[in-house]
């Protein structure tokens, strides 16, 4: 039994094995098949693909030939081209290359026509200096005159007319200049004088007090005359007390100090306590405030005129100028009408109006100095405001290298020369009269010279049989120069020369 069962278990075994085996044979069968066909589907494509990348590849070759084909082309027919160009440029140069041969050919037969005229020329000019040589001679025989002699005579008298001419022609010139030129500086003058308004100031170096009744001044002058001292020490005025009546005199060359004294006996004054600790106290006071007033007066003037961003110092100054004279003449009020007038003529000349305005103002800084310095006011201005250098020219003391120094400079000029504007020295104006007359009388042929209307026109007579027209042109022309470089005055002088001849007979 045992047996059988393990007999029967080999048998189902092997039948189990036999037919996975026969499963594997058919399967592997099936397999073989489809592999077999799926071979063939694949060769079948790729001899399909590779039927179109032939074609492919042809049509791109047959494509990059007819590109290439067309270049060819294109190159063969700018070769062409050049070619054609080469030649026509290879005639032209051939054209010209006979012109130029036909030139050199011309210009030889020229140049031997040339030179032949040339020889006839010279055989012409020899024949001409012989005859001349003989005419001179002949000349000389009959003048009783040497060449040079006759030749020195012909220079003096064209000479003598060139000069002529020369002087007429000076004159005609300057006539026109003055026409043209003078025509619109005068305009410009004339209207800014118009446009900016003037006033007539006249400052002293004394100041007088007044006073309510007589009895004041034993008060003024204390015992044994402290009061007084004192006042004076402390604000370094004079005070002069004489038998005017309601009235004390305070004399002094800074107006400042006038002022303080002025204003610090008002206050003692009204407050009646006078003595020495008091005089101290208001003298401390009062010069505090026309210090504060000083500096208002140059904030005030600044913001009037335009003129910004000026430092303190220098607006310090310029409220200072309110209590300074220049030959009478207010040195604010001056320094306010030159910046007004420098603006005016600048804007007419198409410069910065603001620039002129400022320099205007500050071209006068220097006289307000805190010390009195050793240089000339100009120079001490232009080192305070050293910026603008318009200030130091305007008396001609340094070079003018800006062009708002001529303008300071005439518009300095119209200021100070307006009539009531100055008081001048009565010397110093006599002694310009004479000078004037002096250098006239130098001239040869000048008989008499009369300096009028204030000095601003010198006339000169001259002889009339020592000096011919043309001279009077010369002689005025020459003594304008001659005082325009030895002399300094304000505005322009007229010089008026005259020449006259007089028949005088007597009937009898």
Do not use: W
Not at 121 to 145: F, G, M, P
Not at 217 to 234: F, M, P, Q, V, W
Not at 327 to 337: C, F, V
Not at 460 to 469: C, G, L, M, Q, W
């Amino acid at each position: 039994m045992p047996t059988t069962l393990i007999i029967a278990v080999i048998v189902a075994i092997a039948g189990v094995g036999l037919g996975i085996l026969l499963a594997m044979t058919i399967l592997k069968k099936s397999l073989t098949k489809k592999s077999q066909q799926l071979i063939t589907e694949a060769e079948e494509k790729a001899e399909i693909i590779k039927k179109d990348k032939v074609l492919q590849a042809k049509e791109k070759f047959l494509q990059l030939k007819a590109d290439f084909d067309k270049q060819c082309q294109e190159r063969n027919s700018n070769i062409q081209k050049n070619e054609n160009k080469l030649k026509q440029r290879e005639l032209i140069v051939n054209q010209k290359i006979e012109e130029l041969q036909k030139e050199k050919n011309d210009n030889a037969k020229l140049q031997s026509t040339l030179e032949a005229q040339i020889e006839l020329t010279n055989k012409k000019q020899a024949e001409i200096d012989k005859h001349h040589k003989d005419s001179v001679a002949a000349l000389e025989k009959i003048s009783n005159l040497t060449a040079e002699e006759a030749k020195q005579q012909l220079v003096e008298s064209m000479k003598e007319e060139a000069t002529a001419e020369a002087m007429v022609m000076i004159r005609d010139i300057v006539d026109e200049a003055k026409l043209t030129a003078n025509t619109e500086a005068k305009k410009i003058v004339v209207e800014t004088i118009q446009r900016t308004a003037t006033e007539n100031a006249i400052e002293n170096s004394v100041s007088v007090f007044h006073l309510e009744n007589d009895e004041v001044k034993g008060r003024i002058i204390g015992r044994e005359g402290r009061n007084i001292k004192a006042l004076e020490s402390l604000t370094g005025v004079e005070i002069i007390i004489d038998d005017s009546p309601d009235s004390i005199t305070l004399s002094g060359f800074d107006p400042v100090r006038r002022e303080i004294a002025r204003l610090s006996l008002h206050k003692l004054v009204a407050d009646g306590r006078i003595h020495p600790a008091r005089i101290e106290e208001v003298v401390a006071k009062t010069t505090k405030q026309i210090e504060q007033e000083i500096i208002e007066i140059g904030k005030r003037t600044c913001i009037d005129l335009g003129v910004h961003g000026i430092h303190s110092e220098l607006i310090r100054l310029i409220g200072k100028m309110r209590y300074r004279s220049s030959y009478g003449q207010n040195l604010l009020q001056h320094s306010k009408e030159v910046a007004n007038l420098c603006a005016t003529m600048a804007a007419e000349l198409g410069l910065n109006p603001k620039k002129a305005k400022r320099a205007g103002l500050l071209h006068d800084i220097g006289k307000v100095p805190d010390q009195e310095p050793e240089m000339p006011h100009a120079l001490y201005g232009m080192k305070i405001a050293e910026k603008y250098k318009a200030i130091g020219a305007h008396h001609d003391e340094i070079e003018m290298t800006s062009l708002l120094s001529p303008i300071v400079q005439v518009c300095d000029a119209i200021s100070g020369a307006r009539p009531g504007a100055r008081r001048e020295i009565v010397e110093a104006y006599i002694t310009r009269l004479n000078k004037l007359e002096e250098l006239a009388l130098e001239f040869p042929g000048v008989i008499n010279t009369y300096a009028i209307q204030a000095g601003r026109e010198l006339r000169v007579i001259v002889n009339a049989d020592k000096v011919s027209d043309a001279e009077v042109q010369q002689i005025s022309f020459e003594l304008s120069k001659k005082i325009q470089s030895e002399m300094t005055y304000p505005g322009q002088i007229k010089i008026m020369v005259i020449r006259e001849t007089r028949a005088i007979n007597y009937a009898k």
